[in-house]
């Protein structure tokens, strides 16, 4: 059974700071990994989708990583603003399966 | 293509009342799913759907809870008998092709059981 952790629950930091948010994920035979955004009583937002042929995806100021064999993806935001503020959600797809979330990251920056 | 639509947003709801939430996924995605999301969690899954066949049931999907896909179009969730652990954020998603593609979130029901 897959389970997905993340790493740390909650982050503060100032704004313009780079940061790294952690997945892990127990069962390696994944299709795909997605990273969510979610903020405050809405739904969730998707941010990257990474196939397990690749190793990172990129959009704008977030890079996402993969690595299979060890169970891991990282997101990556690069300086950081107010507006980043947010829960980040991690979702690893095993084949034939549904998703399987994280508990999230809770981000707050601060201006 | 105005993405995953929930309906309704809110729903405030007594113990022991039927309610029923509907999710139209976004335009010729047809795989479909529901999860539902408890304040500080992670969703957990519920269901799914490939077109009209539902090929997937949590274990969390208990007798009350009821799920179809008429035509493989929109969704509609049921929970009979509502009781106060019901209440939850119920998630609904589509992604298209066979499933293994990019999933796509509507904004949510907040259900609160009184």
């Known amino acids: 059974k897959q389970e997905v952790t993340q790493i740390p629950a909650a982050l503060s930091v100032p704004e313009g700071e780079n940061l790294v948010l952690n997945c892990s994920f127990t069962?390696?035979?994944?299709?795909?990994l997605q990273w969510f955004r979610q903020d405050p009583g809405k739904g969730l937002t998707s941010l990257l989708l990474?196939?397990?042929?690749?190793r990172e995806q990129t959009s704008g100021r977030l890079n996402a990583s993969l690595d299979k064999s060890s169970g891991r993806s990282t997101l990556y935001i690069a300086a950081s603003q107010p507006g980043d503020s947010a829960t980040y959600l991690c979702a690893a797809h095993n084949y034939g399966q549904n998703f399987v979330f994280g508990p999230g990251t809770r981000l707050s920056v601060l201006p | 293509d105005t993405g995953v639509s929930q309906d309704p947003r809110h729903k405030i709801t007594k113990r022991g009342q039927n309610v029923t939430f509907r999710c139209d996924p976004i335009?010729?995605?047809?795989?479909l799913y529901w999860y539902r999301q408890t304040l500080g969690q992670g969703p957990e899954f519920l269901t799914y759907f490939q077109n009209e066949a539902q090929l997937e049931k949590s274990r969390l999907l208990s007798d009350r809870f009821s799920a179809e896909r008429p035509k493989g179009s929109f969704s509609t969730l049921e929970i009979q008998r509502t009781e106060q652990g019901d209440s939850a954020m119920y998630l609904c998603?589509?992604?298209?092709?066979?499933?293994?593609?990019?999933?796509?979130f509507g904004q949510g029901t907040r259900l609160t059981v009184v």
């Open positions: 069962d390696s035979a994944i299709y795909n």
């Open positions: 335009s010729e995605h047809n795989r």
């Open positions: 998603a589509s992604s298209s092709g066979m499933g293994y593609t990019e999933a796509f």
């Open positions: 990474i196939q397990s042929s690749q």
